[in-house]
């Protein structure tokens, strides 16, 4: 796991704070998992991004699988879900 100056997961050395937006996006360790293309992992990225902004935009009123599914919609990657009595999924 990588650590920053504080030793707190995550954290870039010289960065205060340590949030969710702290972690590396194109040098994460990937050990064990295949490797993307580039169009891929910019597309991942973009996902990623997209996601993290709708749900700090709602102000935690959307859980992490929400805000990726809603990412996903805006991008054309997946159909919406159609809601009942206005409730996700």
Not at 8 to 34: F, H, I, L, N, Y
Not at 37 to 50: F, G, I, K, V, W
Request: proline share 7%.
């Amino acid at each position: 796991m990588r650590r920053g100056r504080a030793g707190v997961p995550g954290q870039a050395a010289g960065v205060e704070g340590g949030g969710m937006t702290d972690w590396p996006t194109s040098k994460r360790s990937r050990k064990g998992r295949p490797s993307l293309t580039s169009e891929q992992q910019d597309l991942a990225d973009e996902l990623h991004m997209r996601a993290l902004a709708l749900r700090t935009a709602s102000d935690g009123d959307l859980s992490i699988a929400e805000a990726v599914h809603l990412a996903a919609v805006q991008l054309g990657l997946e159909a919406p879900h159609p809601e009942a009595d206005g409730a996700p999924g």
